[in-house]
């Protein structure tokens, strides 16, 4: 099969693997439920859309020795993945479908002392079947008899492949086929490139594609 590239891009993240983002914090639906935290942490980092009482309220610093004052504008606490009320503004702007930005709390470790600022869960909901892997020379296999992909290397400007059908519809998703990635509309890149919120993303280009067929 013949593709051949348009003139539109969207954007891939890496944040989902960058273990700089990834914060000590216990959060209180896994202190009361474990099983149930991790099922709606496994099923949020697919891409599936869950209803708000699933995601947590609190978030408490996990030990004493953990001395951080502040957290970026995004960050992995707890499971689950955490925004700024800037990044929240930023994304409200925008069709999100079903994906959610819930209230949470952050304590430091006495469970008593806030950090400052609001914060929300960033609670990915929507999906889009666009991945073309045979377009897409930095991916790997992530489960051998499945058809399910990742990023190979960080280094991956205009290395992955989306037919066109990824121009409509949610400008934050994830793919069907793809994990440890999310994936941003051309324009919702720009606005938080504007109000300087893409760096912890570390955002990278990728083709549209469409089928000479």
């Known amino acids: 099969m013949s593709y051949r590239t348009l003139d539109a891009r969207v954007w891939a993240t890496n944040c989902l693997t960058d273990a700089e983002l990834i914060y000590a914090f216990d959060s209180d639906n896994y202190l009361e439920d474990e099983d149930t935290a991790f099922d709606a942490m496994k099923r949020a980092n697919r891409g599936e859309a869950l209803p708000a009482e699933r995601f947590p309220k609190e978030m408490y610093v996990a030990g004493r020795y953990y001395k951080f004052k502040k957290v970026p504008d995004i960050f992995k606490g707890g499971g689950?993945?955490?925004?700024?009320?800037?990044f929240a503004e930023?994304?409200?702007?925008?069709?999100l479908g079903q994906t959610g930005l819930h209230p949470v709390k952050l304590f430091h470790h006495d469970?008593?002392?806030?950090?400052?600022?609001?914060?929300?869960?960033?609670?990915?909901?929507?999906?889009?079947d666009t991945f073309?892997?045979?377009?897409?020379?930095?991916?790997r296999n992530i489960f051998m008899s499945k058809d399910i992909w990742g990023p190979?290397?960080?280094?991956?400007?205009?290395?992955?492949?989306?037919?066109?059908?990824?121009?409509?519809?949610?400008?934050l998703w994830m793919e069907k086929k793809m994990r440890h990635v999310f994936f941003l509309s051309d324009r919702l890149h720009q606005a938080l490139n504007e109000a300087g919120l893409t760096k912890p993303l570390k955002p990278y280009r990728c083709r549209v594609v469409s089928n000479l067929h």
Request: hydrophobic content about 35%.
């Open 132 to 139: 073309v892997p045979e377009e897409s020379p930095k991916i």
């Open 80 to 86: 689950f993945w955490v925004v700024s009320a800037r």
């Open 111 to 128: 469970r008593k002392t806030p950090f400052e600022g609001e914060y929300f869960v960033l609670a990915f909901g929507e999906t889009k």
């Open 90 to 95: 930023v994304l409200r702007r925008f069709e």
């Open 152 to 171: 190979r290397s960080s280094d991956n400007d205009n290395s992955l492949a989306l037919s066109r059908g990824v121009l409509q519809g949610v400008d």
